[in-house]
């Protein structure tokens, strides 16, 4: 089972409560996650929320959501936080303020499955 962690803290520190801003009509999340589901990678995709403001926004939506501590310090340390709640042997970390990554990317993401590893993350130099 693949399962797709969207990281979102609502306490950005350059750019204040950016998981609630608006894109091009609608919440930035709600691109992100319309983005992870369509990719057909994924049997489940779940938000991992730090604060209640931003659970009502992907609940507005009808995105699935887990509360996490206020106290992670990444993206990685709330999907660390939630994997115990999933039966999955793959983690996809793709972080909520990234509306823009493809489906080619995770394609290519995922062709490392296998090397041992059970969280992926894209990154770029």
Request: charged fraction near 25%.
């Amino acid at each position: 089972m693949t399962v797709c962690i969207i990281p979102a803290r609502l306490n950005s520190t350059r750019f204040r409560e950016k998981v609630l801003c608006q894109l091009l009509g609608k919440p930035m999340l709600q691109h992100v996650y319309e983005a992870a589901t369509r990719s057909g990678f994924f049997d489940e995709v779940v938000f991992a929320v730090d604060h209640e403001r931003t659970a009502a926004l992907v609940e507005g939506f009808g995105a699935p959501y887990q509360m996490t501590s206020v106290s992670c310090e990444s993206g990685t340390d709330r999907l660390i936080e939630l994997r115990d709640r999933f039966d999955a042997n793959i983690f996809v970390n793709w972080q909520g303020d990234e509306p823009l990554v493809s489906s080619a990317m995770i394609r290519d993401l995922l062709q490392s499955v296998g090397d041992g590893s059970d969280i992926w993350t894209l990154k770029t130099p």
